[in-house]
T-cell receptor, first 114, second 115 residues
Framework: AQSVTQLDSHVSVSEGTPVLLRCNYS??????LFWYVQHPNKGLQLLLKYTSAATLVKGINGFEAEFKKSETSFHLTKPSAHMSDAAEYFC????????????FGTGTQLKVEL | EPEVTQTPSHQVTQMGQEVILRCVPISNHLYFYWYRQILGQKVEFLVSFYNNEISEKSEIFDDQFSVERPDGSNFTLKIRSTKLEDSAMYFC?????????????FGEGSRLTVL
């Protein structure tokens, strides 16, 4: 079975400071991992994905994530937060042979303050 | 940029009524999905559809739910007799053929409110 745990339901940062959103996964097979973002009243937009290539993945809007198999983690980071980054972020896992069924984490609400 | 579109954006219905949520996936995509998100809860998989048949469904997807691709462009989710607990945001997604771990493209969602 596969699962994903997002350790923080809410994260608050000041504009211009680093962002860290934590995610740990569990998968019996080689996982694919994704981060999706959902802005208010909008759909789910892919930020980045890991599919067994480079372990450090760069995404849109300056976000990146590092796949660490030994820690079963896929934390999302950004060096400098912007007000427009305020949104809900979902860590998502699927695995080869899983029919692309995505398993979502519970989400982390990111708040960016002036 | 191609996108997945969903209609309606918001629907209010009475308990027991039938509801059809519509989705137009990206045109060259062959895999289609419905997910839902009950307010305050995580996004949950409902069903996947490929080659004109359901390829996988979750426990949530009981006999009250059905999916259909009535023509070459639309992908619909029907709830036969809505219950209060069906109130949620329903997301349609599609994926192109090829890599099995490819990206899913999501629509903006249809919010269903059952009274």
């Amino acid at each position: 079975a596969q699962s994903v745990t997002q350790l923080d339901s809410h994260v608050s940062v000041s504009e211009g400071t680093p962002v860290l959103l934590r995610c740990n996964y569990s998968s019996s097979y080689s996982p694919s991992l994704f981060w999706y973002v959902q802005h208010p009243n909008k759909g789910l937009q892919l930020l980045l994905k890991y599919t067994s290539a480079a372990t450090l993945v760069k995404g849109i809007n300056g976000f990146e994530a590092e796949f660490k198999k030994s820690e079963t983690s896929f934390h999302l980071t950004k060096p400098s937060a912007h007000m427009s980054d305020a949104a809900e972020y979902f860590c998502v896992v699927s695995f080869t042979g899983g029919g692309n069924k995505l398993t979502f984490g519970t989400g982390t609400q990111l708040k960016v303050e002036l | 940029e191609p996108e997945v579109t969903q209609t309606p954006s918001h629907q209010v219905t009475q308990m027991g009524q039938e509801v059809i949520l519509r989705c137009v996936p990206i045109s060259n995509h062959l895999y289609f999905y419905w997910y839902r998100q009950i307010l305050g809860q995580k996004v949950e998989f409902l069903v996947s559809f490929y080659n004109n048949e359901i390829s996988e469904k979750s426990e949530i997807f009981d006999d009250q739910f059905s999916v259909e691709r009535p023509d070459g462009s639309n992908f619909t989710l029907k709830i036969r007799s809505t219950k209060l607990e069906d109130s949620a945001m329903y997301f349609c997604a599609s994926k192109e053929a090829g890599a099995r771990t490819g990206e899913l493209f999501f629509g903006e969602g249809s919010r269903l409110t059952v009274l």
